[in-house]
C-alpha cells in the first residue's frame, strides 16, 4: 500500500519549504490545477488518491499541525501557507517544544489526576531564573570538594546538571534512568562526578518543581513524552484535533518529536516532513536527526534537486571538502573565492570592514546582499566592524543580538531609580550609576525643523538629546548625593555652593527627577505602588517613552525588563504561596538586581524582529545564527577561517549531549567518536554554506588569534588555495 505521508529529501535552498506548502494546497484544495504540475507518472500519483486524501481529511473537519525548528522559522513558515491559501485554512503552528509547552499546560488537569499534583496553575521558569533557584536548592550540596572534582565554577556546574535533565527529557528518557545512562557513557571517565549523585539532584528538582507547580523546558518534555503521549485520553483528543501534520526541516527536531509523528500516523493522519542531511544545526543541543530519519520509512521519499543553479554549492563544495578532508591535495580555488590574509586580528577586522565599505560604495553590491559569518562573535569584533560601517553609513544588523540587558545605559538608569525609592538598596548604588541616571532621565526630543523630519521617526530618533550632560551630573552626583545603606538620597541642587554653574536647562531637569523621586518614595511608604514593576513602568512613561519615538534596540531592551520583571516577581509569588521565605520585603528587588548584573538576562522579547520590510544592512552573525536563520547572499565573508572553532559549528556541545543520541544511548563518546564528529560537522557547515552564497566568498584569516596564538584551524587549508589574496597592502 502506498503511503499517503510523503518524506522530503533536499539540500539547503533546494525547495523543501515550497514542497511543504505545495502538499497542504494538495490537501485542502486537491482540484486545483497547480498540483498537477508536481504529480507526474515519476512518483505515480493520480488524481483520484488526492481527491480521496482531501475527503479522509474531511471527515472529521481535521486541524493541521504545522512545526517549524525555531520561532523565527516558525513565522515565517506560518505567514507562507496562510498567504498562500488566502488564509482560508486555519493552521497551528509551532515549534516542538512550544507545542510540548502548550499541550502540558492545556492538559494540566490530566497531569494533576496521574501525578497526584497539587491543584494548582503551571507557570513557566525561564532559563535564568531557573538556574537561580537550582543554585539555592543545590547549594547546600555542592561544596567546594565537589566543586573541585567537577573542575567548573557553581554557575557553570549548575548548567550542566540543568541540561542533562532537558538532553534526557528530548530523548524520550525519563528522569529516573539518567544514572544508568551516566553511568555506561562516564565510565571511562573518572574525573567527573558520580552519576547517581547527579540524578538525585535532578529528581530532587524535579520534584521541589512539580510540588510548586513551575515548567522548566526539561520538565516539560518529560511530562509530555513520558505520561502525555501515553495517555489514552490524551491520544484520543491529539488525533481529533490534528489529521495532518507538516514539519519543516526535522533533522533538527529532538527524538521526542517522532514519538509525537508516529502516534500520529498510527491513527491515520498523514504527513508531510522535510529533511535536510547538510543541516543538523542543533545537533549536539538536543537534536537527533538520526533518529528522526527513521521516519522516512514510513512515507513516501521524494528526493529534491541539489542548491539553485545561482548557488556556489556546486561548483566549490567537491573541491572545498577535499582540500579540508586531505590537506595533501593541491588545488586551487577558482576566483569566486579570496582570501584577505593579516597578522593581527585587529588589523583583519579593520581590513574586512574596509573590502566592505568599498565594495558597497562602489555599487558592486548592496548591503543587503552581505553577510559576514564567524565562528564566535566577541565584543570586540562585533563592535570593531559595526564601528567602522556606520561611520560609512553602511547599517549592521547583527542576528540575534541577546547583550545582556545590563549592557543597555537606560535600563541601568532604571535600575539605580530603583535602588533610590526602596529602602535597604543603598549599597548596589554609587555616584557613578547616579549620574548617568541622571543623563538617561533627563533626554529630551528636540522640536522637527521642518514638516518632512515631523513624520520621518529615524529622523526623530537622532534629534534626541538630554538636559543634564555628563559633566553636569557628574558635578550634581558629587555633591548632591548621599550616600546610605538604608537610605540613599539626593539632596537640591542648591546644597552645591556652586550651584550657577549648573545651568538652567539642567537645574529645571534636576529638580523634575528629585521631585518625582520623592513623590514615589512616598507612595511606596503608604504602600500605593503595587509592586517595582509598576515603578518601572512609570519612570518609562515619565521619562523615557514621554511621547517620543524610540529606537527599536532600545524598545527591545526595555520590554524584556518589563517581561523579565513581570515574570520574576510572579514566580515569587509562587514561592511566598507555597510556604514561608525568610527575607524581607526587598530582598526580592535586590536579587533581581543581581540577577540582571550578572548579564544573564539579555534583550529578546517577542517579537525579536522589527515590523516592516527588510532592513538595508549587512547581515553580521554567528555560523549557528546564521545557519539557524536559513538566510542567503550574494557575498560571504568568513571571518577567522583560521580558526579552530569551524570544527565546532559556532555553538558550543551541551555536556553528555552525545550520551542521550538515540541510536547510541548510554554509549561512551571516545576521541576517535569526537574527532569523526567534528570532521562531519565542518563538511555540513561548508555544504549549508556554499548553498547559502551566490557570487563571492572571502576568507578572512589572521595568523594571530586575540590571545596571541597562531591560527591553525581546519580551514586553513582552503585560506592557503586561494588564488586572489587581498592583503594589507593590496588595501592600502
Same mark, same amino acid.
Given at each position: 500500500?502506498?503511503?499517503?505521508?510523503?518524506?522530503?529529501?533536499?539540500?539547503?535552498?533546494?525547495?523543501?519549504?515550497?514542497?511543504?506548502?505545495?502538499?497542504?494546497?494538495?490537501?485542502?484544495?486537491?482540484?486545483?490545477?497547480?498540483?498537477?504540475?508536481?504529480?507526474?507518472?515519476?512518483?505515480?500519483?493520480?488524481?483520484?488518491?488526492?481527491?480521496?486524501?482531501?475527503?479522509?481529511?474531511?471527515?472529521?473537519?481535521?486541524?493541521?499541525?504545522?512545526?517549524?525548528?525555531?520561532?523565527?522559522?516558525?513565522?515565517?513558515?506560518?505567514?507562507?501557507?496562510?498567504?498562500?491559501?488566502?488564509?482560508?485554512?486555519?493552521?497551528? /503552528?509551532?515549534?516542538?517544544?512550544?507545542?510540548?509547552?502548550?499541550?502540558?499546560?492545556?492538559?494540566?488537569?490530566?497531569?494533576?489526576?496521574?501525578?497526584?499534583?497539587?491543584?494548582?496553575?503551571?507557570?513557566?521558569?525561564?532559563?535564568?531564573?531557573?538556574?537561580?533557584?537550582?543554585?539555592?536548592?543545590?547549594? $547546600?550540596?555542592?561544596?567546594?570538594?565537589?566543586?573541585?572534582?567537577?573542575?567548573?565554577?557553581?554557575?557553570?556546574?549548575?548548567?550542566?546538571?540543568?541540561?542533562?535533565?532537558?538532553?534526557?527529557?528530548?530523548?524520550?528518557?525519563?528522569?529516573? !534512568?539518567?544514572?544508568?545512562?551516566?553511568?555506561?557513557?562516564?565510565?571511562?571517565?573518572?574525573?567527573?562526578?558520580? $552519576?547517581?549523585?547527579?540524578?538525585?539532584?535532578?529528581?530532587?528538582?524535579?520534584?521541589?518543581?512539580?510540588?510548586?507547580?513551575?515548567?522548566?523546558?526539561?520538565?516539560?518534555?518529560?511530562?509530555?513524552?513520558?505520561?502525555?503521549?501515553?495517555?489514552?485520553?490524551?491520544?484520543?483528543?491529539?488525533?481529533?484535533?490534528?489529521?495532518?501534520?507538516?514539519?519543516?526541516?526535522? !533533522?533538527?527536531?529532538?527524538?521526542?518529536?517522532?514519538?509525537?509523528?508516529?502516534?500520529?500516523? %498510527?491513527?491515520?493522519?498523514?504527513?508531510?516532513?522535510?529533511?535536510?542531511?547538510?543541516?543538523?544545526?542543533?545537533?549536539?543541543?538536543? &537534536?537527533?536527526?538520526?533518529?528522526?530519519?527513521?521516519?522516512?520509512?514510513?512515507?513516501?521519499?521524494?528526493?529534491?534537486?541539489?542548491?539553485?543553479?545561482?548557488?556556489?554549492?556546486?561548483?566549490?563544495?567537491?573541491?572545498? +571538502?577535499?582540500?579540508?578532508?586531505?590537506?595533501?591535495?593541491?588545488?586551487?580555488?577558482?576566483?569566486?573565492?579570496?582570501?584577505?590574509?593579516?597578522?593581527?586580528?585587529?588589523?583583519?577586522?579593520?581590513?574586512?570592514?574596509?573590502?566592505?565599505?568599498? /565594495?558597497?560604495?562602489?555599487?558592486?553590491?548592496?548591503?543587503?546582499?552581505?553577510?559576514?559569518?564567524?565562528?564566535?562573535?566577541?565584543?570586540?569584533?562585533?563592535?570593531?566592524?559595526?564601528?567602522?560601517? +556606520?561611520?560609512?553609513?553602511?547599517?549592521?544588523?547583527?542576528?540575534?543580538?541577546?547583550?545582556?540587558?545590563?549592557?543597555?545605559?537606560?535600563?541601568?538608569?532604571?535600575?539605580?531609580?530603583?535602588?533610590?525609592?526602596?529602602?535597604?538598596?543603598?549599597?548596589?548604588?554609587?555616584? %557613578?550609576?547616579?549620574?548617568?541616571?541622571?543623563?538617561?532621565?533627563?533626554?529630551?526630543?528636540?522640536?522637527?525643523?521642518?514638516?518632512?523630519?515631523?513624520?520621518?521617526?529615524?529622523?526623530?530618533?537622532?534629534?534626541?538629546?538630554?538636559?543634564?550632560?555628563?559633566?553636569? &551630573?557628574?558635578?550634581? /552626583?558629587?555633591?548632591?548625593?548621599?550616600?546610605? $545603606?538604608?537610605?540613599?538620597?539626593?539632596?537640591?541642587?542648591? &546644597?552645591?555652593?556652586?550651584? %550657577?554653574?549648573?545651568?538652567?536647562?539642567?537645574?529645571?531637569?534636576?529638580?523634575?527627577?528629585?521631585?518625582?523621586?520623592?513623590?514615589?518614595?512616598?507612595?511606596?511608604?503608604?504602600?500605593?505602588?503595587?509592586?517595582?514593576?509598576?515603578?518601572?513602568?512609570?519612570?518609562?512613561?515619565?521619562?523615557?517613552?514621554?511621547?517620543?519615538?524610540? $529606537?527599536?534596540?532600545?524598545?527591545?531592551?526595555?520590554?524584556?525588563?518589563?517581561?523579565?520583571?513581570?515574570?520574576?516577581?510572579? *514566580? !515569587?509569588?509562587?514561592?511566598?504561596?507555597?510556604?514561608?521565605?525568610?527575607?524581607?520585603?526587598?530582598?526580592?528587588?535586590?536579587?533581581?538586581?543581581?540577577?540582571?548584573?550578572?548579564?544573564? *538576562?539579555?534583550?529578546?522579547?517577542?517579537?525579536?524582529?522589527?515590523?516592516?520590510?527588510?532592513?538595508?544592512?549587512?547581515?553580521?552573525?554567528?555560523?549557528?545564527?546564521?545557519?539557524?536563520?536559513?538566510?542567503?547572499?550574494?557575498?560571504?565573508?568568513?571571518?577567522?577561517?583560521?580558526?579552530?572553532?569551524?570544527?565546532?559549528?559556532?555553538?558550543?556541545?551541551?555536556?553528555?549531549?552525545?550520551?542521550?543520541?538515540?541510536?547510541?544511548?548510554?554509549?561512551?563518546?571516545? #576521541?576517535?567518536?569526537?574527532?569523526? /564528529?567534528?570532521?562531519?560537522?565542518?563538511?555540513?557547515?561548508?555544504?549549508?554554506?556554499?548553498?547559502?552564497?551566490?557570487?563571492?566568498?572571502?576568507?578572512?584569516?589572521?595568523?594571530? #588569534?586575540?590571545?596571541?596564538?597562531?591560527?591553525?584551524?581546519?580551514?586553513?587549508?582552503?585560506?592557503?588555495?586561494?588564488?586572489?589574496?587581498?592583503?594589507?597592502?593590496?588595501?592600502?
Amino acid at each position: 500500500m502506498v503511503s499517503h505521508s510523503v518524506w522530503i529529501v533536499g539540500t539547503s535552498r533546494s525547495g523543501k519549504t515550497a514542497r511543504l506548502v505545495e502538499q497542504f494546497r494538495s490537501w485542502v484544495e486537491p482540484e486545483k490545477q497547480y498540483t498537477e504540475s508536481f504529480y507526474t507518472k515519476k512518483n505515480g500519483r493520480k488524481k483520484g488518491d488526492r481527491i480521496r486524501e482531501f475527503l479522509y481529511l474531511k471527515q472529521t473537519e481535521p486541524g493541521v499541525l504545522v512545526l517549524a525548528a525555531n520561532d523565527d522559522n516558525r513565522r515565517e513558515l506560518g505567514d507562507t501557507i496562510v498567504t498562500s491559501t488566502l488564509g482560508k485554512y486555519p493552521v497551528r /503552528a509551532k515549534t516542538p517544544l512550544g507545542f510540548f509547552q502548550d499541550e502540558v499546560i492545556l492538559f494540566w488537569p490530566l497531569l494533576i489526576n496521574s501525578l497526584n499534583l497539587k491543584a494548582q496553575f503551571p507557570v513557566r521558569l525561564r532559563p535564568e531564573t531557573e538556574q537561580e533557584l537550582a543554585t539555592k536548592l543545590w547549594r $547546600p550540596q555542592l561544596d567546594e570538594e565537589i566543586l573541585r572534582i567537577a573542575g567548573v565554577n557553581e554557575s557553570r556546574l549548575v548548567r550542566r546538571i540543568l541540561d542533562l535533565l532537558q538532553l534526557a527529557a528530548y530523548s524520550g528518557t525519563s528522569c529516573e !534512568d539518567i544514572a544508568q545512562i551516566l553511568t555506561r557513557g562516564l565510565r571511562e571517565n573518572v574525573t567527573n562526578l558520580e $552519576p547517581e549523585f547527579l540524578a538525585s539532584l535532578l529528581l530532587d528538582w524535579r520534584n521541589w518543581c512539580l510540588e510548586r507547580g513551575l515548567l522548566t523546558y526539561g520538565i516539560i518534555t518529560e511530562l509530555y513524552s513520558q505520561y502525555l503521549l501515553s495517555d489514552r485520553n490524551y491520544q484520543q483528543h491529539l488525533t481529533k484535533r490534528y489529521q495532518a501534520v507538516l514539519a519543516d526541516d526535522v !533533522d533538527d527536531y529532538p527524538s521526542v518529536a517522532r514519538l509525537l509523528f508516529e502516534l500520529l500516523l %498510527d491513527q491515520g493522519a498523514v504527513g508531510a516532513f522535510s529533511y535536510n542531511p547538510d543541516g543538523a544545526v542543533r545537533l549536539g543541543l538536543g &537534536a537527533d536527526p538520526n533518529y528522526l530519519e527513521g521516519l522516512a520509512e514510513r512515507c513516501r521519499v521524494e528526493i529534491l534537486t541539489g542548491p539553485p543553479p545561482e548557488s556556489l554549492g556546486e561548483q566549490l563544495t567537491k573541491q572545498m +571538502v577535499e582540500l579540508v578532508t586531505e590537506p595533501m591535495v593541491v588545488l586551487s580555488l577558482p576566483k569566486t573565492v579570496h582570501s584577505i590574509q593579516t597578522t593581527s586580528r585587529a588589523q583583519l577586522l579593520r581590513q574586512t570592514a574596509e573590502v566592505i565599505a568599498n /565594495a558597497i560604495q562602489s555599487q558592486q553590491v548592496q548591503p543587503e546582499q552581505v553577510a559576514i559569518i564567524a565562528p564566535g562573535l566577541d565584543a570586540i569584533a562585533r563592535y570593531t566592524l559595526v564601528e567602522i560601517l +556606520v561611520k560609512q553609513n553602511i547599517q549592521v544588523e547583527s542576528l540575534n543580538d541577546q547583550r545582556p540587558l545590563i549592557s543597555s545605559p537606560v535600563i541601568r538608569a532604571l535600575l539605580t531609580m530603583l535602588a533610590l525609592v526602596y529602602p535597604g538598596l543603598g549599597r548596589l548604588v554609587d555616584r %557613578d550609576a547616579v549620574a548617568e541616571m541622571l543623563v538617561v532621565l533627563s533626554r529630551k526630543q528636540q522640536p522637527p525643523e521642518n514638516s518632512r523630519d515631523a513624520i520621518n521617526p529615524k529622523d526623530a530618533m537622532n534629534r534626541v538629546s538630554t538636559n543634564i550632560d555628563p559633566v553636569r &551630573a557628574g558635578l550634581i /552626583a558629587d555633591y548632591c548625593f548621599v550616600p546610605h $545603606p538604608d537610605r540613599p538620597n539626593l539632596l537640591p541642587v542648591s &546644597a552645591f555652593e556652586r550651584w %550657577d554653574r549648573i545651568g538652567y536647562a539642567a537645574t529645571t531637569a534636576y529638580t523634575e527627577i528629585l521631585q518625582w523621586l520623592e513623590q514615589q518614595r512616598s507612595q511606596q511608604e503608604l504602600r500605593l505602588i503595587p509592586s517595582p514593576i509598576s515603578l518601572l513602568d512609570r519612570a518609562i512613561q515619565r521619562f523615557l517613552w514621554n511621547g517620543s519615538n524610540l $529606537p527599536y534596540e532600545q524598545l527591545a531592551a526595555l520590554r524584556e525588563l518589563l517581561e523579565t520583571a513581570q515574570h520574576y516577581w510572579e *514566580i !515569587d509569588t509562587r514561592l511566598r504561596q507555597i510556604g514561608p521565605v525568610e527575607t524581607t520585603p526587598y530582598t526580592t528587588i535586590i536579587e533581581f538586581i543581581q540577577l540582571l548584573r550578572r548579564g544573564t *538576562i539579555t534583550a529578546n522579547p517577542y517579537p525579536v524582529r522589527p515590523i516592516g520590510g527588510a532592513r538595508k544592512a549587512v547581515t553580521l552573525a554567528t555560523i549557528f545564527q546564521y545557519r539557524s536563520s536559513r538566510r542567503s547572499h550574494r557575498w560571504h565573508f568568513w571571518l577567522d577561517a583560521g580558526s579552530p572553532l569551524w570544527a565546532k559549528g559556532g555553538a558550543a556541545t551541551l555536556f553528555g549531549a552525545p550520551f542521550f543520541l538515540r541510536d547510541r544511548l548510554g554509549e561512551p563518546w571516545t #576521541a576517535e567518536d569526537e574527532k569523526l /564528529a567534528e570532521e562531519q560537522r565542518l563538511q555540513r557547515i561548508l555544504t549549508d554554506l556554499l548553498s547559502r552564497v551566490s557570487e563571492r566568498v572571502y576568507l578572512c584569516h589572521s595568523d594571530l #588569534a586575540v590571545s596571541g596564538q597562531e591560527q591553525l584551524g581546519p580551514l586553513l587549508p582552503l585560506v592557503n588555495s586561494c588564488v586572489t589574496v587581498i592583503s594589507e597592502a593590496t588595501v592600502n
